[in-house]
């Protein structure tokens, strides 16, 4: 079993052409949302997908039009996106994005995670991983965005996350501990998602571990298609107890092709007592963020 990552992180060293950015060059990228339409407490649905850099794929924008069509949701977070480090291209007519790159594709091109939605974040982090994937050097991404909620005025925590892959549990669980510590400063509800890359039970384990910690639940597919490794899933989301799902909303898409993870929906509600007595969350950081627009 051990053979394996260490074969599979040459193939993947291999496969990359591009340059690692280095953790003090966390940056985020910007797109404003269009229109700037408020994230509802009553019915928030989220699409999850890593879309294996297929952002520029006339497949890939046909299966994901047809999703966002069908289940509009509000909220897009997408791993593994390659943009132009220039100009920003529009995601749909609706959503503007932050982009957090971990990858220099070319000088023309990023590789990162993305967070879209119908209303700009009230503030944005990005958070490069201490550690790297082996022969590359390339560490991964997590990106935080906090975006308000009405009509209850809470602030949402949205965690976006491209797990580490070809490293030990150690080095696996130190990305973990890290996205932890800085979810568990938020007082307020929190969506945690993305490809974990969970593809053995330790893993699993060190990730269900640090959920519970944060105090958050796992959303749960009856029609559970979602792309295994050894059995395992590699993608997930979880949520804060004052967010309920919706019932019949959690589904897992196992008819599209254009790339080698499934894409997911789930529609959330928002439960929490006390509206007005809540705080309304806190700043990701007190230090101001390295941000380009």
Known sequence: MRFFPILASLLLALSLSGCPMPPEHAITLDLPAPTAQALPDDDLRLLNW?????????????????????????LVTLQETNLPSVLMPPLTAEHGYVFAPNLVLNERTLSGVMTAATISPMDQLSLLSDVTEP????????????????????????????????????????????????????????????????????????????TVRLGLQPVSFSNDERTRFFGSPLDHIFHSVDLAVI???????????????????????????????????????????????
Not at 188 to 208: E, H, K, Q, V, Y
Not at 256 to 279: K, N
């Open 247 to 293: 019932p019949g909303s959690a589904q897992v898409f196992d008819n599209t092709d254009s790339s080698d993870h499934r894409p997911m929906v789930v529609g959330f509600r928002y439960q929490g007592a006390g509206y007005a007595d809540a705080e309304n969350g806190s700043k990701l950081e007190t230090n101001s963020l390295q941000t380009v627009e």
């Open 135 to 210: 022969i590359s050097n390339t560490p991964k991404v997590a990106l935080l965005t906090e975006y308000q909620l009405e009509p209850s005025g809470k602030v949402l925590l949205v965690a976006n996350i491209h797990a580490i892959n070809f490293v030990s549990n150690r080095d696996f669980s130190t990305q973990v501990k890290a996205l932890e510590r800085r979810l568990s400063k938020h007082r307020g509800p929190i969506i945690l998602s993305g490809d974990f890359n969970t593809w053995s039970s330790s893993r699993l384990a060190l990730l269900g571990q640090a």
């Open 50 to 74: 890593n879309i294996y850099k297929q952002l520029d794929n006339p497949q890939w924008q046909h299966e994901f039009g047809g999703l966002m069509n069908e289940y509009r949701p509000q």
